[in-house]
């Protein structure tokens, strides 16, 4: 059984600065891409950020130049620095990972159980 826990969420003013942490556990051969999601109340869960196994990344425009994803392979976490943060970024965010629980298994998208990050203006 695979486990995505995540960590860091809170509370900050506009401005302010969180590092989320999203550590997966559990039965893993291969972990290819893992990011971030987010979803605010009324809207549908969308992409923040994504890395792959190789280190490369994709964000949403929204936070171009403000978040930073980063992994660690050899503990199998990914990381989510949010610098200069807007009431807008106000969310559930949920961490992701595409996971070969074997050598001889396919590739299974999981979830974290989501953190809350509120940003106050």
């Known amino acids: 059984q695979v486990q995505l826990v995540e960590s860091g969420g809170g509370l900050v003013q506009a401005g302010g600065s969180l590092r989320l942490s999203c550590a997966a556990s559990?039965?893993?051969?291969?972990?290819?891409?893992m990011g971030w999601y987010r979803q605010a109340p009324g809207k549908q869960r969308g992409l923040v950020a994504a890395?792959?196994?190789?280190?490369?990344?994709n964000y949403a425009d929204s936070v171009k130049g403000r978040f930073t994803i980063s992994r660690d392979n050899a503990k199998n976490t990914v990381y989510l620095q949010m610098n200069s943060l807007k009431p807008e970024d106000t969310a559930v965010y949920y961490c992701?990972?595409?996971?070969?629980?074997?050598?001889?298994?396919?590739?299974?998208?999981?979830w974290g159980q989501g953190t809350q990050v509120t940003v106050s203006s």
């Open positions: 992701n990972a595409d996971i070969k629980g074997g050598r001889w298994s396919n590739f299974r998208d999981y």
């Open positions: 559990g039965s893993i051969f291969s972990i290819r891409t």
């Open positions: 890395i792959t196994s190789g280190g490369s990344t």
